[in-house]
């Protein structure tokens, strides 16, 4: 009896070990995710308070500066609204939807398990901060600040695409990939949309299989009594 229990203990120990590899194994793609998630909006956060510092101290009362042939110009402009210089008047409102925007992507991240989704949501993440901390810590006030922009392409006066800053271009990018991947059937959980559908259909083949063996042995059984029936008929004759 005591052997028996000994390699019923090990058994149960093996078992119990094995559950928890498979658990860490689940468990650390997720906190890697999270790390490159909040990782990139790190940097990019840092680099977006960098480079509006930068501009202020370079780039404020001077000419544009000219980059690249006239492909992109520094100039420093102080946006009280959104995008394309929307919502002007509103910017407490933006400063609010910003931090509920924040709150929501902090909620859903542990809910990723696609790298490509944490990479877009990451750039999100991080340039909505960014402009966050200029509509909190800037001039006139809290949720008040003005936004610092300071790219503009093909001229100098953002007249051909309003003027922009890191902060944005992470929002931008982040978005253009997250609907990309969500387009070719990506998921947040790191499911493959076809790959779904293909599963289902195996699935449905699976559950339709076995009605079929019943219907062929249904017939079996038919042409079995079938088969009898001329014998009883035979036997109804000779009688």
Same mark, same amino acid.
């Given at each position: 009896?005591?052997?028996?229990?000994?390699?019923?203990?090990?058994?149960?120990?093996?078992?119990?070990?094995?559950?928890?590899?498979?658990?860490?194994?689940?468990?650390?793609?997720?906190?890697?995710?999270?790390?490159?998630?909040?990782?990139?909006?790190?940097?990019?956060?840092?680099?977006?308070?960098?480079?509006?510092?930068?501009?202020?101290?370079?780039?404020?009362?001077?000419?544009?500066?000219?980059?690249?042939?006239?492909?992109?110009?520094?100039?420093?402009?102080?946006?009280?609204?959104?995008?394309?210089?929307?919502?002007?008047?509103?910017?407490?409102?933006?400063?609010?939807?910003?931090?509920?925007?924040?709150?929501?992507?902090?909620?859903?991240?542990?809910?990723?398990?696609?790298?490509?989704?944490?990479?877009?949501?990451?750039?999100?993440?991080?340039?909505?901060?960014?402009?966050?901390?200029?509509?909190?810590?800037?001039?006139?006030?809290?949720?008040?600040?003005?936004?610092?922009?300071?790219?503009?392409?093909?001229?100098?006066?953002?007249?051909?695409?309003?003027?922009?800053?890191?902060?944005?271009?992470?929002?931008?990018?982040?978005?253009?990939?997250?609907?990309?991947?969500?387009?070719?059937?990506?998921?947040?959980?790191?499911?493959?949309?076809?790959? *779904?559908?293909?599963?289902?259909?195996?699935?449905?083949?699976?559950?339709?299989?076995?009605?079929?063996?019943?219907?062929?042995?249904?017939?079996?059984?038919?042409?079995?009594?079938?088969?009898?029936?001329?014998?009883?008929?035979?036997?109804?004759? *000779?009688?």
């Amino acid at each position: 009896m005591s052997d028996e229990r000994r390699r019923s203990d090990s058994t149960s120990s093996e078992e119990h070990t094995a559950r928890a590899d498979s658990a860490v194994a689940r468990e650390s793609p997720r906190w890697r995710l999270l790390g490159l998630l909040f990782g990139i909006s790190l940097v990019l956060l840092g680099l977006d308070v960098l480079t509006k510092s930068l501009a202020i101290a370079r780039l404020e009362g001077q000419p544009p500066v000219e980059l690249f042939g006239g492909a992109l110009y520094l100039v420093l402009f102080r946006n009280p609204g959104a995008a394309f210089s929307i919502a002007t008047g509103l910017t407490w409102v933006l400063a609010l939807l910003a931090i509920v925007v924040i709150g929501v992507i902090i909620w859903f991240a542990p809910k990723l398990r696609s790298k490509g989704w944490a990479v877009g949501i990451g750039l999100v993440l991080g340039g909505a901060t960014g402009n966050l901390v200029d509509r909190i810590f800037r001039e006139p006030g809290p949720l008040r600040g003005h936004v610092i922009d300071f790219l503009s392409v093909l001229a100098p006066d953002g007249s051909v695409w309003p003027v922009f800053n890191l902060a944005d271009s992470g929002i931008v990018c982040g978005g253009v990939l997250i609907v990309l991947l969500a387009l070719l059937g990506y998921d947040y959980d790191g499911t493959v949309q076809r790959k *779904k559908s293909r599963s289902a259909a195996d699935e449905g083949k699976d559950e339709r299989a076995p009605g079929a063996i019943e219907r062929e042995d249904s017939g079996a059984d038919s042409e079995r009594s079938g088969a009898t029936d001329p014998e009883r008929g035979d036997g109804e004759e *000779k009688s």
